[in-house]
Nanobody, 118 residues
Framework: QVQVVESGGGLVQPGGSLRLSCTAS????????IKWYRQAPGKERELVAG????????NYAESVKGRFTISRDNRRRTVYLQMNNLKFEDTAIYYC???????????WGQGTQVTVSS
């Protein structure tokens, strides 16, 4: 049974930092691209960052470039999203998605809440 689990969300002040983690089990982790999405209240889910199966390539939404860093540790079956200089508009539920590299079949986590507030 495939499980994708996010953690690390919380309440932080503007300018603060958080590190989210996404751990997957029940699948061959190094065969999967991992993407972070977020969904703010009343808005559609948007792609925030992604990393290839070997960690060699990364991409970011324009709104988070220079502030967020995605990384992965295949031995720990975990992908991280380091979020610095957080802004009010980063408030959202953050979701992790594992996508198989050949079939693009995807598995979602349950999400973790990030709230940026003073």
């Amino acid at each position: 049974q495939v499980q994708v689990v996010e953690s690390g969300g919380g309440l932080v002040q503007p300018g603060g930092s958080l590190r989210l983690s996404c751990t997957a089990s029940g699948l061959t982790f190094h065969y999967y691209v991992i993407k972070w999405y977020r969904q703010a209240p009343g808005k559609e889910r948007e792609l925030v960052a992604g990393v290839t199966s070997d960690g060699g390539r990364k991409n970011y939404a324009e709104s988070v470039k220079g502030r967020f860093t995605i990384s992965r540790d295949n031995r720990r079956r975990t992908v991280y999203l380091q979020m610095n200089n957080l802004k009010f508009e980063d408030t959202a539920i953050y979701y992790c998605k594992a996508e198989e590299i050949t079939t693009t079949r995807g598995y979602w986590g349950q999400g973790t809440q990030v709230t940026v507030s003073s």
